[in-house]
């Protein structure tokens, strides 16, 4: 590896802060913000979603919403219906 063009890896707190669970990760982001976290400060980055709070992952998907959906195709192509 050449010297000075790496960024520095090192241990980075993240925050999920929709379901307030904490993970710490090697990264090379540099942030601004720090936070002490099991008796060490580490450098600090919160996140709306993650794995621990995105419906993919949890498995609580959300059903669509499809009657409103057909019923309103319906009303707006019943006219064209053909008739026997």
Same mark, same amino acid.
């Given at each position: 590896?050449?010297?000075?063009?790496?960024?520095?890896?090192?241990?980075?707190?993240?925050?999920?802060?929709?379901?307030? @669970?904490?993970?710490? #990760?090697? &990264?090379?982001?540099? /942030?601004?913000? %720090?936070? !002490?976290?099991?008796?060490?400060?580490?450098?600090? @980055?919160?996140?709306? #979603?993650? &794995?621990?709070?995105? /419906?993919?992952? %949890?498995? !609580?998907?959300?059903?669509?919403?499809?009657?409103?959906?057909?019923?309103?195709?319906?009303?707006?192509?019943?006219?064209?219906?053909?008739?026997?």
């Amino acid at each position: 590896m050449r010297a000075n063009i790496h960024p520095e890896y090192r241990e980075v707190l993240f925050h999920d802060t929709n379901a307030d @669970v904490y993970f710490l #990760i090697g &990264s090379t982001l540099n /942030p601004t913000q %720090t936070k !002490e976290y099991q008796g060490k400060i580490y450098p600090y @980055v919160s996140l709306d #979603i993650s &794995s621990a709070s995105h /419906p993919f992952y %949890t498995g !609580e998907q959300r059903q669509a919403n499809n009657e409103g959906r057909i019923a309103s195709f319906n009303k707006r192509f019943n006219r064209f219906k053909r008739s026997h």
